[in-house]
């Protein structure tokens, strides 16, 4: 089994930044593609970012995209997203997910089945 556990959430103000981790633990971490996942009342979950099991492909949503950077440490068994300009609109839960598919860790709306994996999730709240 593989345990995922995020960190790095709070408080920011609007145009701050936060950097999310995501630590894994008990199977190699570089067998599975990596995505955060974002969830917020009244919306829809949303796959902010991931990437690939080596770290060659990067997506972003256009929510985040030239705002938001995924990275990737399998040595460390670790995976970031390092947030700049945050925005009102980022308040949520970030969750880590985890999948040997990357599409599964790369859309959240439902098209695939969810990722094998799951962090607790980070609470992240923007605000003035």
């Known amino acids: 089994q593989l345990q995922l556990v995020e960190s790095g959430g709070g408080l920011a103000q609007p145009g701050g930044s936060l950097r999310l981790s995501c630590v894994a633990s008990?199977?190699?971490?570089?067998?599975?593609?990596i995505g955060w996942f974002r969830e917020a009342p009244g919306k829809e979950r949303e796959a902010v970012s991931c990437i690939g099991k080596s770290g060659d492909t990067t997506n972003y949503s256009n929510s985040v995209k030239g705002r938001f950077s995924i990275s990737r440490d399998n040595a460390k068994s670790a995976v970031y997203l390092q947030m700049n300009d945050l925005k009102p609109e980022d308040t949520g839960t970030y969750f880590c997910?985890?999948?040997?598919?990357?599409?599964?860790?790369?859309?959240?709306?439902?098209?695939?089945?969810?990722?094998?994996?799951w962090g607790q999730g980070t609470r992240v709240t923007v605000s003035s």
């Open positions: 008990g199977l190699p971490l570089d067998y599975y593609a």
């Open positions: 997910v985890a999948d040997p598919l990357q599409n599964l860790v790369c859309d959240a709306s439902g098209r695939y089945q969810s990722p094998d994996y």
